[in-house]
């Protein structure tokens, strides 16, 4: 796999986690206010063994695909991750994302979802097409997605388990003729991605 790139934005710098990386981790996702609209899976209750467990290892293990700290003054203040689809629908990679709530309406999210989509169709030949199945009750994420140049590509009506119910998604999609439209800075995200590559251990 393309090895994760610092990428640096205009609010926030995405780079690996590290492990000094867990208590701020706990301090943001620890909140129903986050997870709620996450992947059943996301630890709730956040406790520091997941927060050392996703620092440490589980976010480099290739599982979650390409995974970087959100950081903002410094510190994390959330996640994105871009994991690739296998075989035949290896041009599709499903993008994700959190930000803690202290910091939720400053362009943050918006930001590092331009970061990696752009640094994505720059570095991965093969991808053509970027998604987001988002809750259909998650307003702000699809104001990001469509904010970052995603279309409303169909709803999945009763498509996931949440909780307990069973709820309706929104896929948000853009492909690579479509940033190359907006004229992504294609050479800066490549010069980006040489300069500052870093090897997966
Ligand atoms: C969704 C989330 C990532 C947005 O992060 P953010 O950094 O606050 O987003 P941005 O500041 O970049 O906002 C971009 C746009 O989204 C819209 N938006 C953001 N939060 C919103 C909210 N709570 N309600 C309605 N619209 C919202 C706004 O239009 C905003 O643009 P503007 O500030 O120019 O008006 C954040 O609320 C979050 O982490 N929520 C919980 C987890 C989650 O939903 N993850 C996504 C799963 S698909």
């Known amino acids: 796999m ?67 700290a959100i950081a903002a003054d410094g510190a994390l203040v959330g996640c994105i991750g871009l994991r690739p689809d296998a075989g035949w629908l290896r041009c599709n990679a499903e993008i994700g994302y959190w930000i803690g709530q202290a910091h939720w309406r400053r362009g943050i999210a918006s930001d590092a979802v331009r970061q990696v989509t752009d640094w994505a169709f720059a570095a991965v030949p093969e991808l053509t097409r970027i998604h987001a199945p988002i809750f259909a009750a998650n307003e702000a994420s699809q104001a990001v997605a469509r904010k970052c140049g995603y279309v409303r590509e169909a709803t999945l009506p009763q498509s996931a388990i949440k909780d307990g119910k069973v709820i309706d998604r929104v896929v948000w999609a853009t492909y690579r003729t479509e940033v190359a439209r907006r004229d992504a800075d294609i050479g800066a995200a490549l010069a980006a991605t040489a300069a500052s590559a870093m090897e997966r251990t």
Do not use: K, N
């Not at 899976?41 to 480099?60: K, V």
């Open 2 to 68: 393309t090895p994760l790139p610092i990428l640096q934005g205009e609010r926030c710098l995405l780079r690996a986690l590290v492990p000094q990386d867990a208590p701020a981790l706990v301090a943001h996702a620890d909140d129903p206010a986050v997870a709620r609209s996450l992947f059943d899976g996301f630890p709730q209750p956040y406790t520091p063994a997941a927060a050392t467990a996703w620092a440490t290892h589980e976010s480099q293990s290739g599982e979650f695909g390409w995974v970087w």
